[in-house]
């Protein structure tokens, strides 16, 4: 039931709303900039650095933290009077992404680099598949990337067929949908560092950066609320019979938002990484709406529609898989008019979870 962002150009495509994910690696660069140049430092020499960003999507974020590393390596060159490295690049997701807007791109990115008088070259390679199982030769991996993507899961948790009436873990859900949850990221991020750990070199670094919780609570609204909306707006459509009750009660999302402790828990037990730092920042849900206002947003709609197709462009393909196309469109309108209200009233933001971590 793993969820692929929409492809296209249409205009609830990934492509067009996803300056939310763009917001986070604009906010991580830092971050990325002092782990690439930590990793180099202490790995020097090495003539063809290989990275791999793992959920990578389409449109204008795809290249965007490839950019990055690549001028942080020109510049950590210069400054150590070394000969500038090949780079080849590694773009991961479900075989389902839009790869064939990615690759549109690569002309655009190469003519990029040809401006610059360096004369380093970069690889560029599409890597099809789930970033819970293999996906490159062992001891072959410099750094590791991804953003917003591993609070996916590999599949909605088994034993939560009781969770009658929600989509994700509520205040009325029984005890054993929290605790179901739980252990399927558990599983699945201890399976994540597995693998990494069997691909990368001894040294490598790996920035990830998921949406998490503030707190232990599994139920807090600052997880649960973004679902517990959608879930409203479900209800909804069953009232005016577009849909049935049924369909609601058989639907969970493969979605889990951890908290600090658990991750640092599961990096800890799984053994193969030294956890180097770990930030917690949090961002508006509505990527339009101005950061210093601390209570409300001014624009309830314009925040609501902003919200909803965000939501829409990376979970669409598995909604209507489940509940059929013809009622997306209604859906997501009443879904947007409650985000909007939602916020109006009370600001909430995301959490954000920011790891960098060091190869064993």
């Known amino acids: 039931m793993a969820s692929c962002a929409n492809g296209g150009d249409k205009e609830v495509s990934y492509a067009d709303n996803s300056s939310l994910q763009k917001n986070i690696l604009l906010k991580t660069s830092s971050v990325l900039e002092d782990s690439i140049r930590d990793m180099l430092i202490k790995i020097h020499p090495v003539t063809c650095v290989k990275v791999a960003d793992l959920g990578c999507a389409s449109g204008p974020n795809a290249f965007l933290p490839t950019c990055k590393v690549m001028d942080t390596i020109t510049r ?25 807007a990615v690759f549109r791109s690569v002309p655009a990115f190469n003519a990029r680099l040809d401006e610059n008088p360096t004369g380093r070259r970069c690889f560029i390679a599409g890597v099809a598949g789930s970033f819970y199982e293999r996906l490159f030769p062992s ?9 917003y993507c591993l609070h996916w899961l590999s599949k909605v948790p088994e034993g939560v067929e009781n969770n009658k009436g929600n989509v994700y873990i509520a205040k009325s859900s029984p005890p054993n949908v929290s605790k179901a949850y739980s252990e399927q990221f558990r599983n699945d991020f201890s399976n994540f560092l597995r693998f990494r750990s069997e691909e990368m070199i001894g040294g490598g670094r790996m920035l990830l950066t998921l949406i998490g919780r503030s707190i232990t609570d599994p139920t807090s609204k600052d997880c649960c609320c973004i679902w517990d909306l959608f879930t409203k707006s479900l209800h909804d459509l069953v009232a005016e019979g577009l849909m049935h009750e049924s369909d609601v009660d058989s639907f969970n999302v493969p979605y889990y938002f951890p908290c600090e402790e658990e991750v640092m828990e599961i990096i800890e037990n799984e053994g193969s990484f030294v956890l180097d730092k770990i930030e917690i920042f949090e961002v508006n849900w509505d990527f339009e709406d101005n ?37 997306i469109d209604n859906l997501f309108a009443k879904y947007a008019y409650y985000v909007g209200e939602h916020l109006s009233s009370e600001k909430t933001k995301y959490v954000s979870i920011v790891l960098v971590m060091t190869m064993k």
């Open 139 to 147: 001891k072959s991996i410099h750094f590791v990337h991804s953003s």
């Open 76 to 100: 950590i060159f210069r400054q150590q009077h070394w000969e500038s490295p090949e780079l080849q690049v590694f773009l991961n997701d479900l075989p389902h992404n839009d790869f064939n």
């Open 291 to 327: 950061e210093y206002n601390e209570n409300f947003v001014f624009e309830k709609s314009r925040s609501g529609y902003n919200v909803a197709n965000c939501l829409r462009a990376i979970t669409e393909s598995m909604i209507a898989d489940h509940f059929g196309k013809t009622i």
